[in-house]
């Protein structure tokens, strides 16, 4: 289980590194998306790339400080629920949502992988 964790963290640092880069950066398809589609303002872009950056640092301290990444996993399972939110407010339908979905499942994983991971070092130390 230890390593399916790990290899889902994994996972996630890089896809949340592209996705907050991009929104960092300013890509004309973020910035369009956040402006146009959903009726965000281009701070909140900002502030959701950076959390997003973040986060995927921090899920990266998490190979080493298991604690890091439960917290970490909760926060970004947090802000996929929004984006999946975003996605069904803004009338796009569970196609645009899927991709935000996957990765609130796989942050779920992560959050209740480590914390599984975390009573069993307990019980053996």
Do not use: C, D
Not at 4 to 16: D, P, S, T
Not at 50 to 73: C, D, R
Not at 78 to 100: K, R
Request: no cysteine; hydrophobic share 60%; glycine share 12%.
């Amino acid at each position: 289980m230890k390593w399916v964790v790990r290899i889902i963290q994994g996972l996630l640092v890089i896809a949340f590194l592209f996705a907050g880069g991009a929104k960092l950066a300013a890509v004309p398809m973020q910035v369009e998306a956040f402006t146009k589609a959903y009726g965000y303002g281009v701070g909140f872009m900002y502030v959701v790339g950076v959390i997003e950056v973040l986060a995927a640092i921090a899920l990266l301290i998490g190979f080493w400080k298991p604690k890091v990444s439960f917290f970490v996993a909760g926060v970004l399972a947090l802000t996929m629920v929004g984006a999946v939110f975003t996605h069904l407010n803004a009338g796009q339908g569970m196609g645009a949502a899927i991709p935000a979905s996957v990765l609130l499942i796989l942050n779920l994983l992560v959050l209740f992988g480590g914390l599984s991971v975390a009573k069993k070092q307990k019980e053996t130390a």
